[in-house]
């Protein structure tokens, strides 16, 4: 079947403008997870999200990012009043079950490159 | 608090060139431990895992093994080639959070 897929690959705006990045997981898949990878940088985790508990919003690093879920499958992410540092990849995984189960694999979208100007 | 440091990059090798990017990690419990590549212009994507002290992950040729008294998940190759290409990523699971080192690029020359 189709792995996670994420929407735009690419996508520049103006400093001050409101993004959405959309993530599709596999079908299927229970657990959700947004990531952020700054050049240089490891993954920085963002949000959680497992079938219909409240998301782990710990890894948001401002009151600007925020993201939710519908339905248990698709999620945005909704980076607002864009600022320069936001400029990163920003990742979405899935797995089938929660991440108490340690040895969960996750699997990983290829990535919305973000680039504010 | 846990957490994964891996090995600085970038690394160059000759292609059949031995391979060691060194993972350590500090975790309270009994974590899983990941190895993750990311191909360029890929996302990442699981090489090997293992979930329980002396447990050897392995694929594509590429071995790590879950070291306890070391706290170490190095991985390693014995002869690269230039598809080896990639970003490695370290990670650890708690069972409560997931955690990644920053990533060692390693590039392969024929």
């Known amino acids: 079947g189709a792995g996670v897929s994420q929407s735009p690959s690419n996508k520049v705006t103006e400093k001050g403008k409101d993004v959405e990045l959309r993530c599709d997981p596999i079908s299927g898949h229970t657990a959700l997870y947004w990531y952020r990878q700054s050049l240089g940088q490891g993954l920085e985790f963002l949000i959680y999200?497992?079938?219909?508990?409240?998301?782990?919003k710990s890894g948001l690093p401002s009151d600007r990012f925020s993201a939710e879920r519908t339905g248990g499958s698709v999620s945005t992410l909704t980076i607002q009043r864009t600022q320069q540092e936001d400029s990163a990849v920003y990742l979405c995984?899935?797995?089938?079950?929660?991440?108490?189960?340690?040895?969960?694999?996750?699997?990983f979208g290829p990535g919305t490159r973000l680039t504010v100007l | 608090g846990d957490s994964v440091t891996q090995m600085e990059g970038p690394v160059t090798l000759s292609e059949e060139a031995c391979l060691t990017i060194?993972?350590?990690?500090?975790?309270?419990?009994?974590?899983?431990l990941f190895w993750y590549v990311q191909y360029p212009g890929e996302g990442l994507q699981l090489l090997l895992k293992?979930?329980?002290?002396?447990d050897k992950g392995s694929n594509k040729g590429f071995e790590a093994t879950y070291r306890k008294e070391t706290t170490s998940f190095h991985l390693e190759k014995g002869s690269v080639q230039v598809s080896d290409s990639a970003v490695y990523f370290c990670a650890l699971s708690t069972g409560n959070q997931f955690y990644f080192g920053t990533g060692t690029s390693l590039t392969v020359i024929p």
């Open positions: 293992a979930t329980k002290a002396d």
């Open positions: 995984a899935s797995s089938l079950r929660g991440r108490e189960l340690s040895w969960n694999e996750q699997f």
């Open positions: 060194n993972c350590t990690y500090t975790a309270t419990g009994y974590p899983s």
């Open positions: 999200f497992q079938g219909n508990s409240a998301p782990d």
